[in-house]
């Protein structure tokens, strides 16, 4: 990608680039709410204030008349950020600062962790709940060599069962070291019941199901426990988010999480909730038969899909959840909502 300049002042313009011998204008649109969806419901997320997504379209090449298309000069000059002085172009200091670090690395946590849940709510059945520990004390205190053990226990998996689907997060031990948490599926773990050393009893878990050891984990202590089919899957994510929500031991530019490449995630729209937004009030009439013209979108939206609210962040997103599946009626109505890549 190469940014265009002015002729006279050098100046790069603003929103404008060129691409593969294409040149871009980029805007702006504005949407309010953004819609998660798969198989087992779908999630909605009200924003308090219209948050700008970019779009882009070609212009006529004509446009370039008084700009500058050399490549080699926006090379030089795309590195580098400029600014007007008292009618000379002059360099912007782009050192970075602690700020702006700060700042990335919030971003990047909001990121991990909506990816995360994306994939925990996917369309991927999650068959055990485990929690692995690691008796070398090199491996549990590198978390290079974490994730190297615990990939040679995913790839000893993988030989029988080549569709294997991972989500793992790991934890530190107050006392120092790390431990895991994942959620597998399509897969069959070789289990043993758990047995309590102090009485010789079977072991279970606080909720009442009872806990295995796993065979295939041969690098420290496991627990394993089989997620009935019809559980409730958000109650289960949530209990393995948590540990991705606390004071996460992730060190800058180190993953949060992991994952085999074969998980599904959830498909993510976004929409605005305005009065006049007609797209959606058509699929909600095709969707429920008729819809109150006395009541907002978002109301109609909510009694429609049977929305419930679940909490408010700190931010003062909203947060709605059900259980119905819409992803026919997102196949029928695209030009309701606009696809998140």
Same mark, same amino acid.
Request: charged share 25%; proline share 3%.
């Given at each position: 990608?190469?940014?265009?300049?002015?002729?006279?002042?050098?100046?790069?313009?603003?929103?404008?680039?060129?691409?593969?011998?294409?040149?871009?204008?980029?805007?702006?649109?504005?949407?309010?709410?953004?819609?998660?969806?798969?198989?087992?419901?779908?999630?909605?997320?009200?924003?308090?204030?219209?948050?700008?997504?970019?779009?882009?379209?070609?212009?006529?090449?004509?446009?370039?008349?008084? %700009?500058?298309?050399? @490549?080699? !000069? &926006?090379?030089?000059?795309?590195?580098?950020?400029?600014?007007?002085?008292?009618? #000379? +172009?002059?360099?912007?200091?782009?050192?970075?600062?602690?700020?702006?670090?700060?700042?990335?690395?919030?971003?990047?946590?909001?990121?991990?962790?909506?990816?995360?849940?994306?994939?925990?709510?996917?369309?991927?059945?999650?068959?055990?709940?485990?929690?692995?520990?690691?008796?070398?004390?090199?491996?549990?205190?590198?978390?290079?060599?974490?994730?190297?053990?615990?990939?040679?226990?995913?790839?000893?998996?993988?030989?029988?069962?080549?569709?294997?689907?991972?989500?793992?997060?790991?934890?530190?031990?107050?006392?120092?070291?790390?431990?895991?948490?994942?959620?597998?599926?399509?897969?069959?773990?070789?289990?043993?019941?758990?047995?309590?050393?102090?009485?010789?009893?079977?072991?279970?878990?606080?909720?009442?199901?009872?806990?295995?050891?796993? %065979?295939?984990?041969? @690098?420290? !202590? &496991?627990?394993?426990?089989?997620?009935?089919?019809?559980?409730?899957?958000?109650? #289960? +994510?949530?209990?393995?988010?948590?540990?991705?929500?606390?004071?996460?031991?992730?060190?800058?530019?180190?993953?949060?999480?992991?994952?085999?490449?074969?998980?599904?995630?959830?498909?993510?729209?976004?929409?605005?909730?305005?009065?006049?937004?007609?797209?959606?009030?058509?699929?909600?009439?095709?969707?429920?038969?008729?819809?109150?013209?006395?009541?907002?979108?978002?109301?109609?939206?909510?009694?429609?899909?049977?929305?419930?609210?679940?909490?408010?962040?700190?931010?003062?997103?909203?947060?709605?959840?059900?259980?119905?599946?819409?992803?026919?009626?997102?196949?029928?109505?695209?030009?309701?909502?606009?696809?998140?890549?």
């Amino acid at each position: 990608m190469n940014y265009l300049y002015d002729k006279e002042t050098g100046e790069k313009l603003s929103g404008v680039y060129e691409k593969d011998g294409i040149i871009y204008r980029r805007d702006y649109v504005y949407f309010d709410a953004m819609l998660m969806s798969s198989e087992n419901g779908i999630e909605l997320l009200k924003y308090p204030e219209p948050f700008r997504v970019p779009k882009c379209y070609a212009l006529d090449d004509e446009f370039c008349g008084d %700009l500058y298309t050399d @490549y080699e !000069f &926006s090379e030089a000059l795309s590195t580098q950020k400029w600014k007007m002085v008292d009618g #000379v +172009v002059a360099p912007v200091d782009s050192s970075v600062r602690v700020s702006d670090l700060i700042a990335s690395r919030k971003l990047a946590a909001v990121r991990s962790k909506k990816r995360f849940y994306n994939y925990a709510m996917g369309n991927n059945k999650w068959q055990y709940f485990c929690t692995w520990t690691f008796s070398d004390n090199k491996v549990r205190s590198d978390k290079d060599l974490l994730f190297n053990t615990y990939n040679l226990f995913i790839k000893t998996v993988r030989k029988h069962n080549s569709d294997v689907k991972a989500l793992a997060v790991y934890e530190e031990f107050e006392k120092g070291g790390y431990h895991m948490h994942a959620l597998l599926g399509n897969c069959r773990l070789r289990l043993v019941p758990g047995i309590n050393p102090h009485n010789g009893e079977f072991v279970y878990s606080c909720l009442g199901h009872q806990v295995f050891n796993c %065979l295939d984990w041969t @690098y420290g !202590f &496991s627990n394993v426990v089989c997620i009935h089919p019809e559980s409730e899957k958000l109650q #289960v +994510v949530n209990y393995l988010g948590s540990y991705l929500t606390k004071d996460c031991p992730a060190p800058y530019r180190c993953k949060r999480f992991f994952h085999t490449q074969n998980l599904e995630s959830r498909d993510t729209y976004m929409f605005s909730l305005s009065d006049m937004n007609e797209p959606l009030l058509r699929m909600l009439q095709s969707y429920k038969g008729s819809i109150s013209e006395d009541e907002s979108v978002f109301s109609n939206l909510c009694n429609a899909f049977g929305l419930k609210y679940q909490k408010q962040s700190r931010s003062g997103v909203a947060v709605y959840r059900s259980n119905v599946n819409i992803d026919r009626y997102l196949d029928c109505f695209p030009d309701v909502f606009i696809k998140s890549k």
